[in-house]
């Protein structure tokens, strides 16, 4: 066990190193660099936030591009007020919000002129594809802001810390939304 700590331990402080080392690149004007830094340390959790937001892998794939430009735009301005982590979740989870918005409008204009397809049933697939929109459709009843801060924390992995520096707010009130998301989830889920 004391091994895995060990190991744990050492992630943790290579990501920090990381971080010193790709806000050293921004503050010192190297902004090429410090934007494939945070590809390689960021896109794959940047991708997870973006497909849980998304449900789509091509989509999801295109805002974590956008994410990483809209960053390097934004380095001149970056202040390092929080890790670069969470202050790249923030415009993931800016960008992610705008473009769920636009599509659900789109496709409740199409849902206007076609005929939604049967889905079908009898197979595991199709339960487990039910449980999935239950669960997504759930997650949409949910106050965006809510639903924001419970998906960066759970499925982006951040601290309740960083998910109160990507959503512009205290901890404690990143802690607030997420344990009311919580319990509206299980409150229309049940026990799924």
């Known amino acids: 066990m004391a091994a895995g700590l060990a190991l744990v331990g050492s992630e943790g402080d290579a990501r920090a190193d990381e971080a010193r080392v790709i806000e050293g690149l921004i503050g010192t004007g190297d902004f090429r660099e410090a934007l494939a830094r945070c590809a390689k340390a960021y896109a794959m959790p940047l991708g997870r936030l973006c497909m849980a937001f998304t449900g789509s892998q091509a989509e999801s794939e295109e805002l974590v591009q956008e994410t990483l430009l809209a960053a390097f735009d934004a380095f001149p301005q970056y202040r390092a007020e929080g890790s ?5 979740f923030g415009i993931a989870r800016r960008l992610c919000g705008r473009h769920t ?17 049967p889905r079908p049933d009898a197979s595991e697939l199709a339960a487990e594809r039910e449980r999935a929109e239950r669960a997504r459709a759930a997650l949409s009843r949910l106050k965006p802001s809510e639903r924001e801060a419970v998906v960066l924390r759970f499925e982006a992995g951040l601290s309740f810390k960083e998910v109160a520096i990507a959503c512009g707010i205290d901890e404690a009130a990143a802690r607030k939304r997420v344990s009311r998301a919580l319990s509206r989830l299980r409150a229309e889920l049940g026990e799924e």
Do not use: C
Not at 101 to 117: F, K, P, Q, S, Y
């Open 84 to 88: 670069v982590r969470a202050w790249l």
């Open 101 to 117: 918005e636009l599509r659900a409008r789109r496709e409740a204009r199409l849902r206007l002129v076609h005929d939604t397809r």
